[in-house]
Protein backbone atom coordinates (compact mmCIF):
# COMPACT_ATOMS: atom_id res chain seq x y z
CA UNK A 1 0.00 0.00 0.00
CA UNK A 2 1.56 3.45 -0.97
CA UNK A 3 0.02 5.97 1.37
CA UNK A 4 0.91 9.51 0.29
CA UNK A 5 1.46 12.61 3.31
CA UNK A 6 -0.16 15.55 2.37
CA UNK A 7 -1.78 19.15 2.15
CA UNK A 8 -0.57 22.38 0.36
CA UNK A 9 0.19 24.06 3.28
CA UNK A 10 3.85 24.14 5.16
CA UNK A 11 4.12 23.45 8.51
CA UNK A 12 1.49 21.04 8.81
CA UNK A 13 3.19 18.49 10.03
CA UNK A 14 3.28 16.14 6.92
CA UNK A 15 7.10 14.95 7.34
CA UNK A 16 6.83 14.39 11.05
CA UNK A 17 3.87 12.14 10.43
CA UNK A 18 5.17 10.35 7.88
CA UNK A 19 8.18 9.81 9.71
CA UNK A 20 6.03 9.02 12.74
CA UNK A 21 3.97 6.34 10.65
CA UNK A 22 6.52 4.96 8.83
CA UNK A 23 8.88 4.08 12.12
CA UNK A 24 5.45 2.72 13.62
CA UNK A 25 4.92 0.63 11.38
CA UNK A 26 8.38 -0.29 10.94
CA UNK A 27 8.88 -1.24 14.28
CA UNK A 28 5.47 -2.93 14.18
CA UNK A 29 7.67 -5.57 11.84
CA UNK A 30 6.21 -4.83 8.83
CA UNK A 31 8.27 -4.01 5.24
CA UNK A 32 8.18 0.26 4.80
CA UNK A 33 10.06 2.12 2.28
CA UNK A 34 10.19 5.87 2.32
CA UNK A 35 9.74 8.53 -0.48
CA UNK A 36 10.65 11.62 0.27
CA UNK A 37 9.50 13.48 -2.57
CA UNK A 38 9.79 16.88 -0.90
CA UNK A 39 12.95 19.41 -2.01
CA UNK A 40 13.90 20.11 1.02
CA UNK A 41 14.50 16.42 1.82
CA UNK A 42 13.80 16.83 5.70
CA UNK A 43 12.38 13.02 5.99
CA UNK A 44 15.44 11.72 3.83
CA UNK A 45 17.99 13.56 6.60
CA UNK A 46 16.02 12.12 9.80
CA UNK A 47 16.21 8.96 8.52
CA UNK A 48 19.53 9.37 8.24
CA UNK A 49 20.19 11.00 11.20
CA UNK A 50 18.45 8.60 13.45
CA UNK A 51 19.68 5.02 11.68
CA UNK A 52 16.97 3.99 9.39
CA UNK A 53 18.31 5.27 6.24
CA UNK A 54 17.31 1.62 4.82
CA UNK A 55 13.74 2.53 5.02
CA UNK A 56 14.94 4.54 1.47
CA UNK A 57 15.71 1.63 -0.01
CA UNK A 58 13.21 -1.21 0.55
CA UNK A 59 12.42 -3.83 -1.75
CA UNK A 60 9.00 -5.30 -2.11
CA UNK A 61 7.47 -3.49 0.75
CA UNK A 62 4.33 -3.83 2.68
CA UNK A 63 3.78 -0.49 2.70
CA UNK A 64 4.95 2.85 0.48
CA UNK A 65 5.43 6.63 2.93
CA UNK A 66 5.57 9.07 0.47
CA UNK A 67 6.58 13.05 1.83
CA UNK A 68 5.03 15.38 -0.56
CA UNK A 69 6.00 19.35 -0.94
CA UNK A 70 4.22 22.04 0.77
CA UNK A 71 2.57 23.13 -2.55
CA UNK A 72 -0.01 22.14 -4.88
CA UNK A 73 2.53 21.19 -7.60
CA UNK A 74 3.55 17.83 -10.42
CA UNK A 75 5.37 16.25 -7.39
CA UNK A 76 2.20 16.61 -5.44
CA UNK A 77 -0.30 15.54 -8.21
CA UNK A 78 2.54 12.45 -9.37
CA UNK A 79 2.18 11.73 -5.28
CA UNK A 80 -1.66 11.68 -5.37
CA UNK A 81 -1.55 9.43 -8.63
CA UNK A 82 0.69 6.57 -7.48
CA UNK A 83 -1.07 6.00 -4.03
CA UNK A 84 -3.68 4.06 -2.49
CA UNK A 85 -4.25 6.20 0.91
CA UNK A 86 -4.12 9.70 0.91
CA UNK A 87 -3.17 11.24 4.11
CA UNK A 88 -4.12 14.53 4.42
CA UNK A 89 -2.19 16.36 7.59
CA UNK A 90 -3.79 19.15 8.83
CA UNK A 91 -3.54 21.30 12.23
CA UNK A 92 -6.86 22.65 13.41
CA UNK A 93 -6.08 26.39 12.64
CA UNK A 94 -8.20 28.60 10.19
CA UNK A 95 -5.66 29.32 7.97
CA UNK A 96 -4.54 25.52 8.20
CA UNK A 97 -7.94 24.07 7.47
CA UNK A 98 -8.38 26.81 4.41
CA UNK A 99 -5.57 25.39 2.67
CA UNK A 100 -6.73 21.94 3.50
CA UNK A 101 -10.26 22.36 1.62
CA UNK A 102 -8.25 23.34 -1.30
CA UNK A 103 -6.48 20.40 -1.56
CA UNK A 104 -9.64 18.54 -1.24
CA UNK A 105 -10.52 20.22 -4.62
CA UNK A 106 -7.54 19.33 -6.11
CA UNK A 107 -8.19 15.41 -4.91
CA UNK A 108 -11.84 15.81 -5.91
CA UNK A 109 -10.76 16.85 -9.35
CA UNK A 110 -8.18 13.67 -9.18
CA UNK A 111 -11.34 11.18 -7.67
CA UNK A 112 -9.21 10.22 -5.04
CA UNK A 113 -12.07 11.20 -2.25
CA UNK A 114 -12.86 7.80 -1.36
CA UNK A 115 -8.75 7.06 -0.99
CA UNK A 116 -8.43 10.13 1.16
CA UNK A 117 -8.28 10.24 5.23
CA UNK A 118 -7.92 14.10 7.15
CA UNK A 119 -5.54 13.78 10.17
CA UNK A 120 -5.71 16.49 12.85
CA UNK A 121 -2.01 16.90 14.08
CA UNK A 122 -0.94 19.05 16.78
CA UNK A 123 -4.16 19.24 18.58
CA UNK A 124 -4.26 20.57 22.22
CA UNK A 125 -6.15 18.55 24.32
CA UNK A 126 -9.51 20.37 26.07
CA UNK A 127 -9.42 23.12 23.88
CA UNK A 128 -12.23 24.68 21.70
CA UNK A 129 -10.01 24.16 18.66
CA UNK A 130 -10.52 20.14 19.29
CA UNK A 131 -13.99 20.62 19.72
CA UNK A 132 -14.13 22.34 16.83
CA UNK A 133 -13.00 18.94 14.84
CA UNK A 134 -15.98 16.96 15.78
CA UNK A 135 -18.05 19.35 14.52
CA UNK A 136 -15.97 19.82 11.11
CA UNK A 137 -17.68 18.49 7.78
CA UNK A 138 -15.05 17.22 4.58
CA UNK A 139 -16.15 15.36 2.32
CA UNK A 140 -13.43 12.72 3.45
CA UNK A 141 -13.21 10.37 6.33
CA UNK A 142 -11.74 11.95 9.40
CA UNK A 143 -9.35 10.20 11.59
CA UNK A 144 -11.37 9.60 14.63
CA UNK A 145 -7.64 9.73 16.39
CA UNK A 146 -6.09 13.12 16.52
CA UNK A 147 -1.92 13.52 16.95
CA UNK A 148 -2.09 15.43 19.85
CA UNK A 149 0.98 18.05 20.45
CA UNK A 150 3.38 17.32 22.34
CA UNK A 151 7.50 17.80 22.39
CA UNK A 152 8.19 14.27 22.07
CA UNK A 153 6.43 13.83 18.90
CA UNK A 154 8.94 16.34 17.50
CA UNK A 155 11.92 14.89 19.29
CA UNK A 156 11.49 11.88 17.21
CA UNK A 157 13.48 13.76 14.35
CA UNK A 158 16.42 13.22 16.74
CA UNK A 159 16.03 10.22 18.58
CA UNK A 160 13.56 7.95 16.40
CA UNK A 161 10.52 6.15 18.31
CA UNK A 162 12.84 5.72 21.72
CA UNK A 163 11.98 9.55 22.29
CA UNK A 164 8.47 8.62 23.01
CA UNK A 165 6.71 7.84 26.19
CA UNK A 166 4.64 4.01 26.14
CA UNK A 167 1.40 6.14 26.10
CA UNK A 168 2.79 8.20 23.00
CA UNK A 169 3.39 5.15 21.45
CA UNK A 170 0.02 3.43 21.80
CA UNK A 171 -1.57 7.13 20.48
CA UNK A 172 0.75 6.73 17.62
CA UNK A 173 -0.35 2.97 16.82
CA UNK A 174 -4.02 3.91 17.90
CA UNK A 175 -3.73 6.57 14.65
CA UNK A 176 -1.75 4.59 12.34
CA UNK A 177 -4.37 1.70 12.42
CA UNK A 178 -7.40 4.48 12.03
CA UNK A 179 -5.87 5.51 9.34
CA UNK A 180 -5.27 2.90 7.33
CA UNK A 181 -9.15 0.97 7.78
Given amino acids: MKIAF ?92 ETTIDTIKVLAELDKLDATRLLFNMVNKRTKAEQLIDELEFPVTIIPQKIYYRQEFNRVHENGLAALKKSSQLELNNVVLAALL
Fill in 6 to 97: INGKGGVGKSTSALLFSLALDGAGKRVKVEDRDPQGTLRSTLKRIGKAHLLEVDNPHYTIIDTPPRLLDHLAQAVKDADRIIIVTKPMRPDL
